[in-house]
């Protein structure tokens, strides 16, 4: 699996690229294709939706929505188009919502789409209905479109009981509310928390007394007048009844330098480390979930770890793709 990934260096520009198709107005597309037919227009927005570039289809299903306003299946993957642009974050609900009721056979997994307009609208309720709906009707519970619903259904779930907390919560339940986390925290440092798409186990980096290697010096290396404490990777499930269970700390991932929680794969199978070695600044390793034990970890391949420091990351839920911090030379300076 890992092979398959791609890796990508962050730059500052890739901001910037983000919203290159609103430097463009609407007007500009149709006077871009005035002299374009329908059935080009058809295949370009076909071609680039197919591939997955959906910012780059919404022009041309944009201006075929304008000639053609009652072709339900351009104004379906026009909606599913603006599901990616996010400062018109109403537009995909206003073009899908009116096809609810449809029976063209084309417009294949239109509630979960609905799901998603909603969700981002942050109506999570509604949300929450679509996705339900969506899953309900799904023969094949092994696509990647079922595993993304259910991964968006959970969100939706943990968002309103978080709003419900908030709601509820009072200036005097905040030390409550923190005791509850306990099994969790403590008076020392747990961050970069990562969880599976059902979230029934959490893994994060613990810094503390009860650090594999202890104090550690400027270099990472053992030293019992170091400046920190070492870090170490730490893991809670959830108990059946919503909360984190007592933690307790992945021993075969841990050494004596730092050996921090990354990101972890939506079925929560992979987890990524990373690790500060004496031949390197800082690299990212990987760890296989084989029944309740963690593999030993190993280097990322393809070109991903340098001489350099990488460090963060983030898989895209099909883990086709990583995300990742590095300084190694060609980037806008430090870490990119």
């Known amino acids: 699996m890992i092979g398959k990934y791609k890796w990508i260096a962050l730059v500052a520009v890739s901001l910037f690229f983000c919203y290159t198709s609103h430097a463009q107005t609407q007007q500009d597309w149709i006077n871009q294709f005035k002299d374009k037919k329908d059935s080009w227009l058809s295949s370009e927005g076909d071609k680039f939706f197919s591939s997955g570039n959906?910012?780059?289809?919404?022009?041309?299903?944009?201006?075929?929505?304008?000639?053609?306003?009652?072709?339900?299946?351009?104004?379906?993957?026009?909606?599913?188009c603006y599901l990616y642009k996010s400062d018109e974050p109403d537009k995909s609900w206003e073009l899908l919502s009116p096809l609810e009721n449809s029976?063209?056979?084309k417009l294949e997994n239109l509630t979960f789409y609905l799901g998603r307009a909603q969700h981002i609208k942050g109506n999570y309720e509604e949300?929450?209905?679509y996705y339900t709906q969506f899953l309900s009707a799904q023969k094949d519970t092994t696509t990647e479109l079922y595993r993304r619903?259910?991964?968006?259904?959970?969100?939706?779930?943990?968002?309103?009981?978080?709003?419900?907390?908030?709601l509820e919560l009072k200036k005097n339940d905040v030390v409550q509310v923190l005791l509850q986390?306990?099994?969790?925290n403590t008076d020392y440092d747990e961050y970069m928390p990562v969880t599976d798409a059902d979230e029934t186990k959490i893994i994060y980096t613990y810094r503390g007394p009860k650090s594999k290697g202890g104090m550690l010096n400027e270099n990472g290396d053992p030293d019992p007048n170091g400046a920190f404490y070492g870090e170490d990777i730490y893991e809670a499930l959830r108990t059946p009844e919503g909360d984190w269970g007592t933690s307790h700390p992945i021993d075969n991932l841990n050494t004596e330098r730092n050996?921090?929680?990354?990101?972890l794969s939506a079925d929560g199978q992979t987890l990524f480390i990373y690790r500060n070695r004496p031949d390197s600044s800082g690299n990212i390793y990987y760890s296989k979930l084989i029944g309740n034990q963690w593999s030993n970890p190993a280097a990322l391949p393809g070109g991903i770890n340098s001489e350099y420091w990488?460090?963060?990351?983030?898989?895209?839920?099909?883990?086709?793709?990583?995300?990742?911090?590095?300084?190694r030379p060609?980037?806008?300076?430090?870490?990119?």
């Open 54 to 80: 959906l910012r780059e289809a919404l022009k041309y299903y944009y201006v075929l929505h304008e000639r053609k306003p009652k072709d339900e299946l351009i104004q379906y993957r026009l909606g599913i």
């Open 103 to 105: 029976k063209n056979k």
């Open 127 to 129: 949300a929450n209905k």
């Open 149 to 166: 619903g259910k991964y968006f259904l959970q969100q939706t779930i943990s968002a309103q009981k978080v709003i419900k907390r908030d």
């Open 181 to 184: 986390n306990r099994n969790v």
């Open 259 to 263: 050996d921090g929680a990354v990101a």
């Open 310 to 327: 990488e460090g963060s990351a983030c898989l895209a839920f099909n883990e086709n793709m990583i995300i990742f911090s590095s300084e």
């Open 330 to 336: 060609g980037g806008y300076g430090g870490r990119d």
